[in-house]
């Protein structure tokens, strides 16, 4: 299956400031890739797909660029809502996985 | 608005089983693949299985397979989930998911509620 690998585990970033998550997959997933936002006690939000499309709804600070094995979901300016975790997903070889999470918590 | 209700999740013993329903809402649910996905406490998401549209195709993960069985209602709108040989590592928050485009089955928006299943003697 597809290891998905998301680093830094854990992002402390203060609010107004921009955030770089990253996922890297262990073999080509092209642009199959997904971002989900998960608040405590929440259901997981889809924000980006195939890579690098808003999903309806989403704030055009959140962007996702990437192919390959290689992607990055880029929040610009951090709002006191965005602080949750972020998993990637690829559904380019069954079965669909997910990265472990990065948790971005309030600096 | 789309809504999914997830029902069925409670407490089973080792070798139990389970069924778990999801009743949708606010779209013409035989167009989309359903999926369920799972998060174990404290832990991350692992997808578990999908149902196209019509119910002619399904795809589990490896985890489940030959224990789990998904199916879909489409003339009640109620996705099911039937686990047989629950482990203590099923236990988890389960949760429906329906495709986000009728062409994309994998990427999962929006998501019900969850559901906890929790398999312990």
């Known amino acids: 299956e597809i290891v998905l690998t998301q680093f830094p585990a854990t992002l402390s970033v203060s609010p107004g400031e921009g955030a770089t998550l990253s996922c890297r997959a262990s073999q080509s997933v092209t642009s199959y890739l997904a971002w989900y936002q998960q608040k405590p006690g929440q259901a997981p939000r889809l924000l980006i797909y195939?890579?690098?499309n808003r999903a309806t709804g989403i704030p055009a600070r959140f962007s996702g660029s990437g192919s390959g094995t290689d992607f990055t979901l880029t929040i610009s300016s951090l709002e006191p809502e965005d602080f949750a975790v972020y998993y990637c997903q690829q559904r380019s070889k069954w079965p669909y996985t997910f990265g472990q999470g990065t948790n971005l918590e309030i600096k | 608005e789309v809504q999914l209700l997830e029902s069925g999740g409670g407490l089973v013993q080792p070798g139990g089983s389970l069924r778990l329903s999801c009743v949708a809402s606010?779209?013409?649910?035989?167009?989309?693949?359903m999926n369920w996905v799972r998060q174990a406490p404290g832990k991350g998401l692992e997808w578990v299985s999908l149902i196209t549209g019509s119910g002619g195709s399904t795809y589990y993960a490896d985890s489940v397979k030959g224990r789990f069985t998904i199916s879909r209602d489409n003339s009640k709108n109620t996705l099911s989930l039937h686990m047989n040989s629950l482990r203590a590592e099923d236990t988890a928050m389960y949760y429906c998911?329906?495709?986000?485009?009728?062409?994309?089955?994998?990427?999962?928006?929006?998501w019900g509620q969850g559901t906890l299943v929790t398999v312990s003697s």
């Open positions: 998911a329906k495709a986000y485009t009728t062409q994309a089955w994998g990427w999962f928006d929006p």
């Open positions: 195939d890579a690098s």
């Open positions: 606010g779209f013409t649910f035989s167009t989309y693949a």
